[in-house]
């Protein structure tokens, strides 16, 4: 049995120790996995975005600021939930990180039942958030095993094209398409063009009827 809490981990990057220890104590007791981190920096270096977790932030830090750390994040398309803790002084700063897609922001000093409620939240999105990035790098390492020739076969069945008119698009023979297609379907392990479809257009992909 896993000796890892059930409820999530929960990431606290800040340079100030007396917050990361308060924060510890206080999700720790509600059954929150807590990792600590100094600075942004050493969370960047530790962090496994294969985690379902979420992560509360300084806004103010020496070295990498809580607003960089956001950056680099939605640079990487990381699926995490943010939640940023702000003084008095940072709440325009802490408004526009929510424009980027921050969940909130917490001032000091914390009330603990509005932070265990917004660190709830914060996993419930984080396993919708992460199961759908899942589906997406499993996706682009699929298309990946793709030539590129095969690449624009795909693109073209995508949009409707039939095998002639791939070929004429192309300047290949019917019969060098119906390869291509074939190779296709095994590399992405489809048996079907629906299945095809679902797996080049991703969330995209029509429903079924």
């Not at 897609?101 to 603990?112: V, W, Y």
Request: charged share 25%.
């Amino acid at each position: 049995m896993s000796l890892i809490p059930k409820k999530g981990t929960v990431y606290v990057v800040d340079d100030d120790e007396a917050v990361r220890d308060s924060l510890q104590w206080l999700l720790e007791g509600k059954d929150y996995r807590v990792r600590c981190f100094d600075s942004a920096e050493s969370f960047l270096s530790r962090y496994d975005a294969r985690e379902v977790a979420c992560l509360i932030v300084d806004i103010r830090m020496g070295g990498m600021t809580g607003l960089e750390l956001q950056n680099r994040l939605i640079e990487s398309r990381s699926p995490l939930p943010i939640v940023f803790i702000t003084g008095h002084g940072d709440v325009p700063m802490a408004v526009d990180t929510m424009k980027k897609g921050a969940m909130d922001f917490i001032q000091k000093p914390f009330n603990e039942d509005q932070l265990a409620s917004l660190v709830e939240r914060m996993l419930e999105q984080a396993k919708g958030s992460f199961a759908e990035h899942q589906l997406s790098a499993s996706r682009d390492a699929l298309l990946s095993k793709l030539t590129m020739r095969e690449a624009q076969v795909l693109e073209r069945i995508v949009a409707g094209r039939l095998n002639k008119q791939i070929a004429d698009d192309l300047g290949i023979s019917i019969k060098t398409v119906e390869a291509h297609r074939a190779n296709i379907m095994e590399k992405l392990s489809a048996n079907t063009v629906a299945d095809l479809l679902k797996i080049a257009l991703g969330q995209n992909a029509p429903k079924a009827a």
